[in-house]
């Protein structure tokens, strides 16, 4: 096989209360790329569709990662790589990370899966650095792993999957709005309260319970972040009005999609998700800002393959 084209889906991470910790893959939201094996080595980015972005390898978070496995594992062969971009950048659905995994998925295929998962959210977590200044990956292994994610650690990097309850839905809107993760990283405190920190951690240990009982009226109880939301919600127009309408609707939770703009919702079924949309939409269509909404099945499976 000298070609290969994969769907790299979008991602939410934080899932409220784990911040830089959880993450979640979405199943109808994602870019494309073409990559393929070519007799001059190197990386080559050779078409970018959607979005302007750099075709230098070492600007673009697809090269860097691809750099960084190619780097590792020395070929004797090069890559060119087709971005077709439908993420777009700064949405708070890791945009960035579709990118710099789905590189490094590709070519782990061309070449016969060298690589295990997690050694691909290493490379990618390279990439990912290049937008965010600060190596994570709880946008990048939902992506590559699929389903729900926890990083365990990231020195050594450790990542977790768990299971997702059969009937969980997500639905999200995207203010078109940017929010940088570099800026809605400043405005977090550098310490916390321990009360809060005794909130969070419990928050997140009890979510981690619910998705392995498929305990809804948990997840619902456990969906709260006292530590990050409180500071980033104020780069988010109408944040407060999204979550209390969604909330009303039926949802068992409403926060902040990774760095923002982008407000997420967990929903029990879909009819529930589709009320949760109207009710995002209802608030954000008198704002005057354009937007847009999703309702997504929690993807399982992750990057994949396509024809």
Sequence with gaps: MNEIKIFSPATVANVACGFDVLGFCLDSIGDYMVIRKTTEKGIKITKIEGFDLPYETEKNVAGVSAQALYNDLRPECGFEIEIHKKIKPGS????????????????????????????????????????????HADNLAPGIFGGFTLVKSTKPLNILSLPTPSDLFATLIHPQIEVKTVDSRAVLPKEVPLENA???????????????????????????????????????????????????????????SGSGPSIFALCKGLETAKQVEKAMHNVYSKSGIAFETYVSKINIEGIKTVK
């Design 198 to 256: 005794i909130t969070q951690w419990a928050n997140v240990g009890s979510l981690i319970h619910a998705f392995h009982t498929s305990n809804y009226e948990l997840i619902r109880e456990s969906l709260i972040d006292v530590i990050i939301e409180p500071h980033r919600k104020k780069l988010i127009p109408h944040f407060d009005d999204v979550k209390a309408n969604t909330l009303r609707a039926g949802a068992l939770g409403c926060a902040i």
């Design 92 to 135: 708070g659905i890791g945009s960035s990370a579709a990118s710099a995994s789905g590189s490094v998925y590709g070519i782990n295929e061309l070449l016969g899966r060298p690589y295990d998962k997690t050694q691909l959210t290493y490379f990618a977590m390279q990439g990912e650095a290049i937008a965010s200044q600060c190596e």
